[in-house]
């Protein structure tokens, strides 16, 4: 990690994309080899998160995953307690606005007859992600700073060792999470609905008919895999390349008045296409839950 | 690792996603005109498909474009 006083635009940014991450400390001997110290701790360095290996947590990203969760549950809550059907209150018109939205789209592309999770998990998701892909907007160096700050003045933590990844959402981790769990829903309705002999005969008869059962069986698992795969790696790249263009317009700030306030014009600009692609990836994140969970209740 | 391979790995997968990528929406966004002006009046659900498609040509792209940012900036 570079020093303080010569933070290089390629040490700003490695600092900007590391997570912070909890697990089993690892020392790095001098001949490079990795030892596990035993104790708890936060990887001071990529290379030691990655050593860390998989029981290892990213605390930044499960913390504003979770506060940002538990803030849309108590907005739609506080809603939800103040309702009145005389007066709405312009945050229950909000909340109504978005609830129908949801709701159309589901009727719209649902069609696998009553199934009371659809539409909460449709709103949870996009709610969700918007909000988790919304942090994006805010500068780059805004939360970071502070927590590095609050770390070095509570616990006495060197800051530039201090790693906060705002947005979620460019955690693969996040999202590979969220789309394993349509995945696993997607699996729980097909064999409910079409029944354990169903869903393998769809999966192995489906293009070419029963003689030609080895390709069936590779394309269609293909298919099969490739969706949650796409799911969650399509939110990934859109929102680590958001990032990286944010991170990339902070970098210019620190060349001069001129860069910098070109650089101020590109935030500005880039600021407002993202927003854009913030609700569209949301928005095709659910479309394709509701899908996907679709496609498990076609009965053929 | 020679650093310039990598480089040279993050542009070419950025690159061809971003031809494939404007190749794709190209010829959504002129589909989209043609059958716009065809009925205008189905405009408003025109644009939501239009945004919903772009967003599924954008998809593997965008994978590749992420994909070679990790590549050139945090695989260290």
Redo the contacts between chains.
């Keep these: 990690m570079a020093s303080e006083s010569s933070i290089t635009s390629a040490g700003y940014i490695k600092h900007h994309l590391q997570n912070l991450t909890l697990g089993e400390k690892h020392v790095e001997s001098a001949t490079g080899v990795w030892t596990s110290t035993g104790e708890l701790g936060f990887a001071e360095s990529a290379q030691e998160a990655t050593q860390m290996g998989f029981w290892s947590i990213n605390v930044d990203t499960m913390f504003m995953s979770l506060l940002l969760g538990g803030l849309m549950m108590w907005f739609f809550r506080s809603v939800a307690k103040s309702i009145s059907s005389g007066v709405p209150t312009p945050t229950q018109n909000f909340a109504e606005m978005i609830i129908e939205f949801i709701n159309d789209t589901v009727r719209g592309s649902f069609s696998g007859g009553k199934n009371d999770l659809v539409a909460p998990l449709g709103l949870t998701i996009f709610v969700w992600i918007f909000l988790m892909n919304l942090m994006d907007l805010v500068p780059v160096d805004f939360i970071p700073m502070l927590v590095a700050q609050g770390a070095s003045v509570l616990f006495g933590v060197d800051p530039s060792h201090v790693y906060f990844k705002v947005v979620p959402s460019t955690d693969p981790n996040a999202t590979m999470g969220m789309a394993l769990v349509v995945f696993g829903l997607m699996l729980y309705y097909s064999f409910k609905v079409k029944g354990t002999g169903g869903f393998l005969a769809e999966l192995s008869l489906e293009p070419f008919g029963k003689w030609a059962l080895p390709i069936n069986i590779v394309l269609e698992t293909v298919t099969l895999l490739a969706k949650p795969f796409s799911l969650g790696l399509r939110l990934f790249g859109n929102m680590y390349a958001g990032e990286m263009v944010f991170i990339l317009i902070a970098t210019m700030y620190s060349a001069g008045l001129v860069i910098g306030s070109v650089a101020g014009l590109l935030q500005v600009g880039w600021a407002i296409f993202h927003i854009l692609i913030i609700t569209l990836q949301a928005f095709i994140f659910m479309v394709l839950t509701i899908v996907y969970i679709d496609m498990a209740h076609q009965r053929h | 690792m020679d650093m310039g391979l990598v480089y040279i790995a993050g542009a070419l997968m950025a690159g061809l996603g971003a031809l494939g990528a404007a190749v794709g929406v190209g010829l959504l966004g002129g589909r989209f005109l043609e059958a716009a002006a065809r009925q205008p009046e189905l405009v408003p659900m025109l644009r939501t498909q239009f945004?919903?498609v772009?967003?599924?040509v954008?998809?593997?792209p965008?994978?590749?474009?992420?994909?070679s940012?990790?590549v050139l900036?945090?695989v260290?």
Aim: net charge negative; aromatic share 16%; hydrophobic share 80%.
């Design positions: 945004f919903l772009a967003g599924l954008d998809a593997v965008m994978i590749a474009v992420g994909l940012m990790y900036f945090a260290v």
